[in-house]
């Protein structure tokens, strides 16, 4: 606002000419000033009060104005004849004295010269105005940083640096209060004012700022939520300046993190606007604002800012992923992380003999398919792995260059931490230098635990070379820290502590040296000490920063749980009929009908999506909740995606502050009740979401995010099969929060099957969810007649010699290995994963009859031709009260929910159907789905 559009007029000549101020001549200006009134003795009126304060304010301003205009001023004459009544003197829209100084040089800067002595003097006698208010809230240094250049701001920053007098304290004092103030309009302080109305960042004055600012003011949030750093990293201010302020912050914000460490201290780094951004997330908005706008349609128009933001953007994750746990940093760089990118890739659990093949076709072969990784990677580990590649010429001391380049292909380039497994196992099988070198020179990692007896560092210095001579723009390999590990051989230590072993890489801080198990010591444990403090004495001489920690070898399990024998096909009809029996039938017979479903789908699927936009030709998602799921198991056919975890440890080794367990491993029946909906649907996509703990021991928290996490997928159907949902009729925030989600799970139309034990959950919120038993439970009223409830096959059903086929001859066809050590949560659990088979089967029938009905059929007219279905009946089939009804049409009679026969029942009307006339298999199926539409009550 200009200041001179807010004056009121008087009727002296004086200020009527004061309202056009402009740059005036030192003649016009002394023929306009009038000397000041001197006070009245006599009481005024409130109205002659204001008059008067009114003419001495635009005397004042007439003085300052004649005083920066005119070169020959004179400071002490200005004062004395002025000072007075400098602090006295202010307008309520325009400000005080030094707001008006402000504004005078605003339009003029070259005039700031000569305003410098008025300034100086002003701020020095009164620092109290620096904290006064206009209208808008802002005060003087408001004005000051908003224009661009910032010399205003820099001379009033320079009077307040003065050392040596109390009043210099004072004044610093009121400088700061100023800074930290925010204006009454928009809650911004003056650094918010700098980084979101300046158009080109001066370093000197960003610089100025954030050392004057302290932590909270740094914390500081305006009236949108924004700290003043996510006004800086705006893609408007990715450039060089921009790059040196935000590396000027995330130096303050390490700061902050070395003095609170264990102190879970927050920080300004993890505020979060309005909005729910993070600092990164904001810098992302920021460009995809800019291209929304049309400034910006691809990167590659602005190759200098694609640059500084892709620096920046790398900087803030490398920090964000050095200081916080694998949970912080997700939510830092993608919130609730709807796509499922994961910033870390930990091998532990998984199959440690693999087939290559089989192993890409889960996780994909690239960036384009499988799992999704960053591009900075916090954490990966891989224990001894053995690979059957399918290269005749493949050896095992080269396994695991395979899953380096994958890493590579799946977009990674850096790695925070990286831990391999190279001790040989029982056939002392290390890489080659040559597959090392291969590794390592492929990304920048900045600690490297190569877990390798006496390792050869001149194959680590190599691999650093060769990745710098891949990246000519740095001259510098970030490695931080090395993890050395020491048989006790003497020669090997002295080659580490020589001027070409540790000495040669540069910036490396620290060496963890491992020391030689107890047991293998033989009695020599002087002689290891002394050798260590001499390796000691070394290093500290030629390099005093670098810092040498001595550890203890600790013994790390064997991570073979996957590594299988040659599996021996068990053929499930083959098992003996008295064990296990009804679930042995209810899967063959689920299986006999939805197996012809398969060709079906994959030959008209691909074609009805592209000519119709309906979810017709969606699969059907199913968000199994609970321990996770083990992806790579041979019986899940490759139908698992990627899935979320909630699941996080305490770590026990120190290295990163959490162990985040992935959900693409099951700590214990997960796989089981994935690899039974499959048994029943084997077009169904599992989507596994895993819970602290397993889910064993519940978080209401986890509980609400894991059914968020499905809604935002997408899901279809969301099975509970192990969950002990509690009572919901507490008043507590989390439980609160998982009824919201309950409640979007009914408006969004996503089927719901839980245990009938949950059943807790039914009397704060009835609809929408199924709950199945394995026996029928008629004494809850809340269950009879419900058209919620319903019965299949249970956990007494799993046949017992399933579980000694898997653990002695490797898995019957089929089953998942687990079957062998299956320890379900709760005695409903394998009835809840049945039902969920079966829903998601009867929603393929519907979607394939929309697809039937809505492309050109080869086939010849017939009895079924005149069937049809509607293009949003896919849509209509996932609501609760529809499925409720279908369910219900299957049970044999209205007395008793039992789906126990439902497959049964389903094969003698598909033989019904056949019947009618020559069909084909598809014609067939739209008049299975139509019947079961009829027959629904």
């Not at 893609?235 to 921009?242: A, D, V």
């Not at 963890?512 to 290093?539: S, T, W």
């Not at 920063?545 to 599996?567: F, K, M, Q, Y």
Request: aromatic share 8%; charged share 25%; net charge negative.
């Amino acid at each position: 606002m200009d200041w001179q559009e807010t004056l009121s007029p008087t009727c002296t000549s004086s200020t009527e000419e004061f309202s056009a101020l402009g740059l005036l001549t030192k003649a016009d200006t002394e023929g306009r000033l009038v000397e000041l009134p001197a006070t009245p003795i006599m009481e005024q009126s409130p109205e002659e009060r204001l008059e008067e304060q009114r003419g001495m304010y635009f005397t004042m301003v007439q003085a300052l104005e004649h005083a920066i205009s005119n070169p020959s001023i004179d400071v002490l004459e200005f004062w004395s004849g002025h000072g007075g009544i400098a602090d006295q003197i202010a307008d309520g829209r325009v400000g005080n004295v030094i707001h008006v100084v402000a504004e005078l040089i605003r339009p003029r800067q070259h005039l700031l010269d000569r305003a410098q002595p008025i300034i100086e003097k002003l701020v020095k006698e009164l620092p109290q105005l620096l904290v006064g208010q206009n209208v808008d809230g802002y005060n003087p240094l408001h004005l000051a940083i908003r224009d661009n250049p910032h010399k205003l701001f820099r001379l009033i920053e320079s009077v307040c640096r003065a050392n040596g007098s109390e009043q210099s304290a004072v004044i610093k004092h009121y400088f700061d209060e100023a800074l930290a103030q925010p204006c009454l309009v928009a809650k911004r302080t003056a650094l918010h004012t700098y980084f979101e109305t300046i158009s080109s960042l001066d370093f000197d004055t960003a610089d100025i700022l954030m050392k004057h600012a302290t932590d909270e003011q740094l914390a500081a949030q305006d009236a949108d939520g924004n700290t003043p750093m996510h006004y800086v990293a705006s893609f408007q201010h990715c450039n060089l300046e921009g790059l040196k302020v935000i590396k000027k912050l995330i130096d303050r914000d390490q700061q902050i993190f070395d003095k609170g460490r264990g102190l879970k201290q927050s920080s300004f780094l993890e505020v979060r606007n309005a909005k729910g951004y993070s600092i990164y997330q904001s810098l992302v908005e920021s460009m995809d604002d800019e291209r929304r706008r049309g400034k910006v349609q691809t990167l590659n128009e602005c190759p200098l800012q694609k640059t500084a933001f892709q620096e920046i953007s790398l900087l803030l994750k490398k920090h964000y992923m050095r200081t916080r746990g694998h949970r912080e940093a997700t939510s830092f760089l993608y919130g609730d992380n709807v796509d499922d990118i994961e910033i870390s890739f930990q091998y532990d659990n998984l199959p440690t003999s693999i087939n290559w093949i089989d192993f890409t076709d889960c996780f994909g072969r690239n960036g384009t398919c499988g799992i999704k990784l960053d591009n900075v990677l916090q954490s990966v580990r891989f224990p001894r792995i053995d690979i059957n590649y399918p290269d005749e010429e493949h050896s095992p001391r080269e396994d695991m260059t395979h899953m380096f380049r994958w890493l590579y292909a799946k977009g990674v380039r850096h790695i925070i931490s990286l831990s391999v497994d190279d001790s040989g196992g029982p056939e002392n099988t290390v890489h080659t230098s040559e597959a090392l070198q291969d590794c390592l020179s492929l990304f920048s990692i900045e600690r490297l635990d190569w877990q390798r007896i006496d390792l050869a560092l001149e194959d680590i210095h190599e691999a650093i070379s060769q990745w710098l001579g891949r990246n000519p723009h740095t001259d510098k390999y970030p490695l931080k820290e090395l993890c050395l590990r020491w048989s006790g051989n003497i020669m090997a230590l002295h080659s580490w502590s020589r001027e070409e072993g540790l000495l040669k890489f540069q910036g490396l801080e620290k060496v963890y040296l491992y020391k030689p198990e107890r047991h293998k010591m033989c009695g020599n444990e002087a002689r290891i000490k002394k050798a260590i403090v001499q390796f000691r004495d070394e290093i500290m001489k030629c390099n005093p920063t670098l810092e040498v920690i001595v550890t203890e070898t600790v013994a790390t399990s064997d991570n073979h749980r996957g590594c299988r024998i040659p599996p021996i096909q068990t053929y499930f009809d083959d098992v003996d009929p008295g064990c296990g029996g009804k679930l042995r039938q209810h899967l063959r017979s689920a299986s006999n009908f939805s197996l012809p479903l398969i060709n079906n789908w994959r030959s008209l699927s691909p074609l009805f999506r592209q000519k119709s936009t309906s979810t017709a030709g969606d699969d059907v998602v199913v968000a199994m909740i609970g321990d996770g799921v083990d992806v790579m198991d041979r019986a899940l056919h490759n139908q698992c995606l990627t899935g979320k975890s909630f699941d996080y440890r305490e770590a026990e080794d120190g290295d990163i502050s959490e162990v985040y367990l992935p959900p693409f491993v099951s700590a214990s029946d997960g796989t089981v009740m994935a690899n039974l909906i499959l048994r029943v649907c084997p077009m169904a996509k599992i989507y596994p979401i895993r819970l602290p703990k397993g889910g064993r021991v519940l978080d209401a928290d986890s509980l609400a995010k894991a059914i968020e996490a499905a809604l935002a997928k997408k899901a279809t159907i969301i099975c509970l099969p192990r969950i002990m949902i509690p009572e919901m009729t507490c008043d507590r925030p989390e439980n609160e929060r998982v009824l919201r989600a309950l409640k979007r799970v009914q408006q969004e139309n996503v089927l719901m099957f839980c245990p009938s034990a949950t059943i807790g959950i039914f009397d704060a919120y009835p609809k929408g969810i199924f709950f199945i038993g394995n026996t029928c439970d008629s004494s809850d009223t809340r269950l009879r007649g419900s058209g919620q409830y319903f019965i299949l096959p249970g956990l007494d059903s799993i046949p017992n010699t399933a579980r000694s086929s898997t653990s002695q001859t490797g898995f019957m066809d089929g089953f998942a290995q687990r079957f062998a050590d299956v320890d379900c949560a709760s005695s409903n659990s394998v009835s809840t994963a049945l039902a969920t088979g079966l829903s998601a089967v009867i929603i393929y029938m519907v979607k394939l009859g929309v697809m039937m009905s809505h492309l050109p059929q080869e086939d010849n007219p017939d009895i079924m031709a005149r069937v049809e279905f509607a293009e949003n009946a896919a849509e209509t089939i996932t609501r609760p009260d529809v499925m409720s009804r279908i369910l219900q049409g299957l049970c044999p009679d209205d007395s008793t929910p039992d789906l126990g026969n439902v497959w049964h029942s389903l094969l003698k009307m598909r033989n019904e159907v056949s019947q009618r006339g020559v069909l084909s298999c598809q014609r067939v199926l739209l008049g299975i789905t139509y019947m079961i539409l009829l027959n629904h009550r």
